[in-house]
């Protein structure tokens, strides 16, 4: 049994150490939200909230897709024991500069909007510069972590993604560094720009400039990588447009208690995430090789692990929900039954696999990118009438109702189209319809 345990917990080292990583990034920016929230209240908490998650979001919309895409296609590169061309991973930076360029013009134009619509007026010197310099680091840490994942980096990514920028900042706020909200926008922005370069600068040592090396074509790349867009940023919308509604239709003290309640909440999000990151680069080399059966038996794994790590997390924070929000200020206790439903659909969505990752990563990304642009439409309308008429708890409920339902009809999809079992791990190919 001890041999077995311990032969269980090598195979899956990569995804453990990942998850601790995330856990880590969680718990370090829950110690920020701690900060903010006792030391200036739901008001602040709900002003740095808006202006993170709006970066973050842009993000997605700038390197969103090619992440996937970024896996899927240097990850020949290992499959053949080689390195990817420099000059493959220099073009790929170019176009997503560019973009970014694009993008920032767009938010800085459009300052004064953003400033009266989801930040009540603030006054916080620099707001619009800090929101872009985080979504210029993010994009580049994004982009960076599928690429280093791609070459089975796959704990240094996550570091890259998500663990430097909080413990700068905390360790700023720790020496008392950073005490104002200020402060903490310009510590963020700057260490999101310090992990974006430890991303570039390691990605660069895993190209090579030899005539041995892969050319990764910039064309199929980013044509796949188009819908697998669409799903990342309408997947993250959610996150971002619910702050956005819930600020611009309530106020910055309710996104306060609403940006507690999620940040809570994805603790186990980042756990599925950990895991989901490290079988995205097996299922691109699964697909590669044309191995459906080691497909099924990967997003087996992938669940069952989620399952066991997710669970326990989710029923204990259930059941203890209102002395952790306590931590954060007696005031945000209010927000206990909105993290109960969240945590409720959290578990619902592990429970039924890596089923839109699966798609994506066996070239059904359109079919994909249908079901997410269906749940988008239905999220893009349903918020607001759920904000406007039942408040905070009717928002979470349609969030949870559309991620649950989504991702049972991916689950049903890749039955359908790969002869993919995800929750038996089987592969049945008598029944696929098709296979790219």
């Avoid at 794994?301 to 669970?311: D, F, Q, R, W």
């Avoid at 209010?334 to 070239?363: H, K, R």
Wanted: aromatic share 8%.
């Amino acid at each position: 049994m001890i041999a077995k345990a311990a032969n269980y917990l090598t195979i899956h080292l990569d995804s453990l150490l990942s998850i601790a990583i995330r856990i880590g990034g969680v718990g370090l920016g829950f110690l920020i939200t701690l900060f903010i929230g006792r030391a200036m209240g739901p008001e602040a908490l709900g002003e740095y909230g808006v202006i993170t998650q709006t970066g973050m979001f842009l993000s997605l919309v700038c390197a969103g897709g090619l992440d996937l895409s970024v896996i899927r296609s240097f990850s020949e590169a290992r499959a053949k024991k080689v390195l990817p061309r420099t000059k493959s991973f220099g073009k790929l930076v170019l176009v997503s500069s560019l973009l970014l360029l694009l993008v920032s013009a767009v938010v800085w134009a459009l300052e004064g909007l953003i400033r009266e619509k989801l930040l009540e007026g603030s006054t916080t010197p620099y707001a619009i510069v800090f929101l872009i310099a985080i979504a210029v680091s993010r994009s580049f840490t994004r982009l960076t972590s599928g690429f280093l994942r791609s070459q089975a980096l796959y704990v240094f990514s996550n570091v890259v993604e998500v663990l430097i920028i909080p413990i700068i900042v905390v360790s700023l706020i720790l020496l008392s560094v950073t005490y104002t909200l200020f402060a903490v926008l310009l510590s963020t922005a700057l260490a999101g720009l310090v992990a974006a370069g430890v991303g570039l600068t390691t990605s660069l040592v895993k190209t090579s400039r030899s005539v041995d090396a892969l050319d990764v074509p910039m064309s199929p790349l980013f044509k796949r990588a188009v819908p697998l867009w669409g799903v990342a940023v309408s997947k993250n919308l959610s996150d971002w447009y619910s702050l956005a509604v819930v600020a611009a239709l309530l106020s910055l003290y309710d996104a306060g208690i609403f940006r507690v309640a999620m940040q809570v909440a994805s603790a186990l999000p980042v756990i599925t995430i950990g895991i989901f990151s490290v079988f995205a680069s097996k299922f691109g080399v699964a697909h590669s090789k044309g191995d459906f059966a080691a497909i099924a038996r990967l997003a087996r794994s992938a669940t069952v692990l989620s399952c066991l790590l997710v669970l326990p997390v989710g029923l204990f924070t259930i059941i203890f929900t209102d002395p952790i929000l306590t931590i954060v200020g007696p005031e945000f206790n209010q927000g206990a039954p909105i993290l109960q439903i969240l945590l409720a659909g959290q578990i619902l969505y592990v429970c039924t696999g890596p089923s839109g990752l699966v798609l994506a990563m066996t070239g059904n990304e359109r079919i994909n990118l249908l079901f997410t642009i269906v749940s988008l439409v239905v999220l893009l309308i349903a918020l607001p009438l759920a904000a406007q008429n039942f408040g905070l708890l009717g928002l979470v409920l349609v969030m949870s109702t559309i991620l649950i339902v989504r991702n049972i009809a991916s689950l049903v999809a890749v039955r359908k189209l790969t002869g993919v079992n995800i929750l038996t791990g089987r592969y049945h190919p008598m029944q696929t319809s098709e296979i790219t």
